[in-house]
C-alpha cells in the first residue's frame, strides 16, 4: 500500500491534489502546529491583471505553536468569507464557468464551522467531489503512533502504522529530513512525485502562473474540461 502524508490544506493546488490521487491512502496531519501564512489557512489564485490574491480564513492564531491544529478556532466567519466571496468575483465573474463552479464551492462560505481544521477539510472534500478523487482520507489523531516522534520519523512512524509499504513523497522538505535508507531498512520504501504542472488557459493577458488553488483552474476551465486536465496530469505522473 502507498500512502502520502500532508497537513490540510485550504482548497489545495494541483500537486497536493495529484499526490492524493495517486495513493491508496492519504493521511491529513491534524496534530501538527499551524504554520502562519501557509496553505494551512490561505491559498492563491490571480485577478485579470495578474496580481496574486489570497484567501485567508480568519483564525485564532494565539500561542499557536503551543496548540495542535485540530484545536484551533474560527473567528469573524462572516467577514472572511465575505472578503473570499469579493476577492473571488472581482477575479474570475467574467469567466464562462463562474456560476458553475461557485455553486460547488459555496457551502465553504455558507457553513460556520467552529474550528479550522474543519474549514480546510471542507474544501479538500469540495474539490474531490469536484474532480473525483476517490483516495480514502485519513486523520492522524486517528492513528496510534508515538506523539515524540518529529519529521521523518513521524512519516515512518505513520506509514508503519497504518501498514503501508512505500510512502509517496513531494519533493520539499521532506526531502531534507526523511532518511530514505532508514525507511527501507523499516520496510517502507520512498517513491518522489514526479508532479509536471499543467498549463491552461487563464483570465487576463499575464503569463501563465502556476501553482495557485485548484480554485483556478475550475473558474477558468470549468468542471468538465478541468477533470480532464488533472487526470490527464495524474496519469502522467503516475
Same mark, same amino acid.
Given at each position: 500500500?502507498?500512502?502520502?502524508?500532508?497537513?490540510?490544506?485550504?482548497?489545495?493546488?494541483?500537486?497536493?491534489?495529484?499526490?492524493?490521487?495517486?495513493?491508496?491512502?492519504?493521511?491529513?496531519?491534524?496534530?501538527?502546529?499551524?504554520?502562519?501564512?501557509?496553505?494551512?489557512?490561505?491559498?492563491?489564485?490571480?485577478?485579470?491583471?495578474?496580481?496574486?490574491?489570497?484567501?485567508?480564513?480568519?483564525?485564532?492564531?494565539?500561542?499557536?505553536?503551543?496548540?495542535?491544529?485540530?484545536?484551533?478556532?474560527?473567528? @469573524?466567519? $462572516?467577514?472572511?468569507?465575505?472578503?473570499? %466571496? &469579493?476577492? *473571488? #468575483?472581482?477575479?474570475?465573474? /467574467?469567466?464562462?464557468?463562474? =456560476?458553475?463552479?461557485?455553486?460547488?464551492?459555496?457551502?465553504?462560505?455558507?457553513?460556520?464551522?467552529?474550528?479550522?481544521?474543519?474549514?480546510?477539510?471542507?474544501?479538500?472534500?469540495?474539490?474531490?467531489?469536484?474532480?473525483?478523487?476517490?483516495?480514502?482520507?485519513?486523520?492522524?489523531? @486517528?492513528? $496510534?503512533?508515538?506523539?515524540?516522534?518529529? %519529521? &521523518?520519523? *513521524? #512519516?515512518?512512524?505513520?506509514? /508503519?502504522?497504518?501498514?503501508? =509499504?512505500?510512502?509517496?513523497?513531494?519533493?520539499?522538505?521532506?526531502?531534507?529530513?526523511?532518511?530514505?535508507?532508514?525507511?527501507?531498512?523499516?520496510?517502507?520504501?520512498?517513491?518522489?512525485?514526479?508532479?509536471?504542472?499543467?498549463?491552461?488557459?487563464?483570465?487576463?493577458?499575464?503569463?501563465?502562473?502556476?501553482?495557485?488553488?485548484?480554485?483556478?483552474?475550475?473558474?477558468?476551465?470549468?468542471?468538465?474540461?478541468?477533470?480532464?486536465?488533472?487526470?490527464?496530469?495524474?496519469?502522467?505522473?503516475?
Amino acid at each position: 500500500m502507498i500512502v502520502a502524508i500532508h497537513q490540510p490544506h485550504y482548497f489545495p493546488w494541483l500537486g497536493y491534489l495529484a499526490k492524493m490521487a495517486s495513493v491508496d491512502k492519504f493521511i491529513l496531519m491534524d496534530t501538527v502546529q499551524l504554520e502562519k501564512r501557509s496553505p494551512m489557512l490561505r491559498n492563491r489564485i490571480i485577478d485579470p491583471d495578474g496580481q496574486i490574491r489570497y484567501l485567508n480564513v480568519s483564525c485564532e492564531k494565539q500561542k499557536h505553536y503551543e496548540r495542535e491544529y485540530r484545536d484551533l478556532k474560527i473567528k @469573524d466567519f $462572516e467577514t472572511w468569507t465575505n472578503r473570499q %466571496k &469579493g476577492t *473571488l #468575483i472581482r477575479a474570475y465573474k /467574467k469567466c464562462n464557468y463562474f =456560476d458553475e463552479v461557485f455553486d460547488a464551492i459555496a457551502s465553504v462560505f455558507e457553513k460556520e464551522h467552529e474550528l479550522l481544521c474543519q474549514v480546510t477539510i471542507h474544501s479538500i472534500n469540495i474539490v474531490r467531489e469536484i474532480l473525483g478523487i476517490h483516495t480514502p482520507l485519513v486523520l492522524q489523531s @486517528d492513528i $496510534e503512533v508515538d506523539s515524540s516522534l518529529k %519529521k &521523518g520519523d *513521524l #512519516i515512518l512512524g505513520l506509514c /508503519k502504522a497504518v501498514k503501508a =509499504d512505500r510512502y509517496y513523497a513531494g519533493r520539499g522538505a521532506s526531502m531534507q529530513y526523511l532518511d530514505i535508507e532508514k525507511c527501507k531498512s523499516q520496510g517502507v520504501y520512498v517513491v518522489y512525485q514526479n508532479f509536471s504542472h499543467p498549463v491552461y488557459k487563464q483570465t487576463g493577458n499575464h503569463p501563465f502562473v502556476s501553482g495557485l488553488s485548484v480554485l483556478d483552474l475550475l473558474f477558468n476551465e470549468g468542471i468538465k474540461k478541468s477533470r480532464e486536465i488533472f487526470w490527464d496530469t495524474v496519469n502522467v505522473e503516475i
